[in-house]
């Protein structure tokens, strides 16, 4: 697609319900990233995909996060047992793979999620 | 472990010109980059540094110094639609193209 989109814009969960947030990246990008944005404050990493290598998981807080990216394409951030501290605009980009690193992120729009 | 700081807030008027800094603490190096984000807008690439020096994109600028953990970008001509967040972020790993982010700098611009 012409951008990354992700899915749902926004989503209300009770406290100890699972949530999937998705994210279709744009095509052709072997990168994809999953970020976590709580209110005014900086973008903390989740987890990194490239290629067919194994991901990157280093950022995932608890083992209640879990990812998948299926077919080196749509990607899904699952949340187990939600607590209201999972509460925040959970952002997926995705890039062109480079040595040097100078293609930068293209952002979705993010999920908002908020656990009540 | 990993460390960026910016100043959280910066203030300017239209026309004028604006220097955020970002200093970084790192395992690796290999390039710094800035994103602007918009209230309630995703975050967009504004810039990437490998090499120490200066790059210029229009109004925007970007600077790196590797030798003193530091980079800055330069907004130029202000408008009030650049009113946003400003990221740093370093990407500290040779073999991925993991980012590690900035707190952010809110940049008001006033008429």
């Known amino acids: 697609g012409a951008g990354v989109s992700q899915s749902p814009s926004n989503k209300v969960t009770e406290k100890g319900k699972d949530v999937e947030l998705r994210c279709d990246p744009i095509?052709?990008?072997?990168?994809l990233y999953w970020y976590r944005q709580s209110l005014g404050q900086g973008l903390e990493f989740l987890i990194y995909f490239q290629g067919n290598s194994a991901p990157d998981k280093s950022g995932l807080p608890s083992d209640r996060f879990s990812a998948e990216r299926t077919g080196g394409s749509v990607s899904t951030l699952t949340i187990q047992r939600t607590q209201q501290e999972d509460s925040a605009v959970y952002l997926c980009?995705?890039?062109?793979?480079?040595?040097?690193?100078?293609?930068?992120?293209?952002f979705g729009s993010g999920t908002r999620l908020t656990v009540v | 472990g990993q460390s960026l700081e910016q100043p959280s807030e910066v203030t300017a008027v239209e026309g004028a010109i604006v220097q955020i800094n970002c200093t970084y603490q790192t395992s690796g190096f290999y390039g710094l980059s800035w994103y602007q984000q918009h209230d309630g807008g995703a975050p967009t690439f504004l810039s990437y540094n490998a090499l120490d020096g200066l790059e210029e994109t229009g109004r925007f600028s970007s600077f790196l110094s590797r030798s003193d953990s530091y980079g800055y970008l330069l907004l130029q001509e202000l408008q009030m639609k650049d009113s946003a967040s400003y990221f740093c972020a370093v990407r500290d790993k040779g073999y991925g193209q993991n980012f590690v982010f900035g707190p952010g700098t809110r940049l008001s611009v006033l008429p």
């Open positions: 095509s052709g990008h072997t990168a």
């Open positions: 980009a995705s890039s062109l793979a480079s040595r040097r690193g100078d293609y930068g992120y293209t």
